[in-house]
């Protein structure tokens, strides 16, 4: 296995970008601000958390923003249940959304374990 030297490199950043992006697009004609404003912070987080915590050159320290990268990923996913109970999106929408998100947060997961051992 090659060795990662850059957070791009990592697909759950790979694949945080991608969810903040899909929040933006669905979120983009949203007039809930403060609702919008939440939602794609908190998106943001994900992929921002990981990026840092790699930056930091500690597996302890990267430990620590997984972690946060992770709850913020749960939040995500709250919010998207009250976007679908407000309408802000169609079920479908939601479902899948929140399907990434909890294969993100699963994989956030993995890669905490991984750098355990």
Do not use: H, P
Not at 97 to 107: E, H, P, T, V
């Amino acid at each position: 296995m090659a060795k990662i030297e850059k957070f791009e490199d990592l697909k759950v950043w790979q694949e945080s970008r991608l969810l903040v992006s899909l929040v933006y697009e669905f979120m983009s004609t949203n007039k809930d601000y403060g609702f919008k404003d939440q939602i794609q912070r908190a998106s943001i987080s994900i992929m921002n958390n990981i990026a840092e915590g790699f930056e930091r050159n500690s597996d302890a320290q990267f430990k620590r923003f997984l972690d946060i990268a992770k709850a913020s990923c749960g939040e995500v996913r709250s919010m998207l249940y009250l976007a679908e109970d407000l309408k802000y999106i169609t079920v479908i929408e939601a479902e899948n959304l929140r399907n990434r998100c909890c294969f993100l947060s699963g994989s956030i997961s993995n890669l905490m374990k991984y750098l355990r051992k």
